[in-house]
């Protein structure tokens, strides 16, 4: 019969193997918290999470299989999402099979069940202050974790979580920030007339390059149809403050869906601004109207290129139950003379707002930045459960509009 060591001995074996692998400095095993993909993959429909066997649920009671139209009832078993109604239109999907969508899916799912498997997330312990004598690198989410002192990201997994929450204010400060890696043409996507707006805004944000300080006012971003972006915690929108030492901002929030009480559980409306400072540097102001009812109102005069700049993250200005009120929006933002930047979640959304405005507003409209790659987009893939076909990420791509400054004279 197999008989088993001692506690006390047991304890040994082990003190010693750490001891053998201190010696020959080779790696720690590896946690069983420690997230593979081989440990985070699990088909959605017997997933240890509820949501997840919620969402699979969801997926087969309201997506349509892009074969036959049908329900759908199959779970791709490479990715592990239900996909199609049944393996034999999962067989006959080519374009699914051509342009390996099920890879992209598979890290749906696992990145899914990382966030859910209550593992450490010692990612999220972000760095405050940053030191005077150390620079910031922007030329990619790599070299700014490393010279910004952010925790190793040594795993897609770990990327995946931090990238999600700040994309959001590093796609804004990769923009305006003056080692931005974003260069003039033909080098770049910027335009001189983006330079222009930038070269701007970059007065206020280092008030030690300034010859005068009359601009005292915090400097506004407005976020624009304000969603996900208006429900992040605080600390990650005050790494713009890191950032831009010495700067006050000011975040305005606009739009139905940019004020959620977590206590009610429940979107709120208010006819006045909600205002919560977070500290001397930073401030938090919820507008539940939309931006043009707001300009309309002149309630957010005067605007300043210096000092004002607004972002629509992934805005649907072509859809039908939203294009008037874009259309008087993008109005409103021409009038403004301060830059405008848009993101979208993957090409298709990035051009038909591109393709709209430049289709209804171009008498009155400089593209300024081109339509690029976000390097600050989230490297998380995330899945439309009404059409499983569809994967993106948050802040894909973006360009950048500004109205004209100067209008052309005709002469007769």
Not at 141 to 147: H, L, V
Not at 321 to 328: A, P
Not at 393 to 399: D, I, K, V, W
Request: net charge neutral; glycine share 4%; with cysteine.
């Amino acid at each position: 019969m197999k008989t088993f060591p001692p506690a006390k001995s047991l304890i040994q074996v082990r003190s010693f193997g750490s001891f053998i692998r201190s010696v020959l400095c080779l790696d720690p095993p590896e946690s069983p918290d420690f997230p593979t993909v081989e440990n985070r993959f699990h088909p959605w429909d017997s997933s240890p999470s509820p949501d997840l066997r919620m969402r699979a649920a969801t997926i087969r009671a309201k997506a349509k299989c892009p074969v036959t139209k049908l329900d759908i009832n199959y779970t791709c078993p490479i990715s592990g999402i239900p996909t199609h109604h049944s393996r034999e239109a999962w067989e006959q999907d080519s374009d699914y099979h051509q342009s390996k969508k099920y890879e992209i899916l598979k890290k749906v799912n696992i990145y899914e069940h990382d966030l859910r498997s209550g593992r450490p997330f010692p990612e999220f312990d972000f760095p405050t202050n940053q030191k005077r004598d150390n620079l910031v690198n922007l030329a990619n989410w790599d070299t700014f974790f490393y010279t910004r002192g952010f925790h190793a990201m040594d795993t897609e997994f770990q990327l995946a979580v931090v990238t999600k929450m700040l994309s959001f204010p590093m796609t804004i400060a990769s923009i305006v920030h003056q080692f931005s890696p974003y260069f003039l043409q033909p080098k770049g996507p910027l335009h001189l007339e983006g330079l222009k707006s930038l070269a701007a805004l970059r007065y206020s944000l280092y008030p030690q390059h300034r010859l005068s300080t009359y601009r005292d006012r915090p400097i506004r971003i407005f976020l624009l149809n304000a969603r996900s972006e208006s429900l992040l915690p605080a600390h990650v929108w005050k790494e713009l403050t890191y950032l831009f030492p010495g700067v006050t901002f000011e975040l305005h929030f606009v739009g139905p869906q940019s004020y959620f009480d977590r206590e009610k559980k429940q979107y709120l409306s208010s006819e006045r601004p909600i205002v919560k400072r977070l500290d001397d540097t930073l401030c938090f102001v919820y507008h539940t109207q939309d931006f043009n009812v707001l300009h309309e109102a002149g309630d957010l005069f005067p605007y300043d290129p210096y000092l004002d700049m607004f972002v629509a993250y992934h805005p649907q200005m072509t859809d039908s139950n939203s294009q008037e009120m874009w259309n008087k929006t993008v109005k409103g933002l021409l009038e403004s003379k301060c830059p405008v930047f848009i993101t979208g979640f993957h090409d298709d959304n990035l051009n038909k707002n591109y393709n709209y405005l430049t289709e209804n507003f171009t008498e009155d409209m400089d593209v300024i930045l081109d339509k690029t790659d976000n390097i600050y987009k989230s490297t998380k893939w995330e899945l439309n459960d009404l059409d499983p076909q569809e994967v993106f990420q948050y802040n894909q791509s973006l360009f950048g509009i500004r109205g004209k400054r100067y209008h052309a004279v005709h002469q007769g």
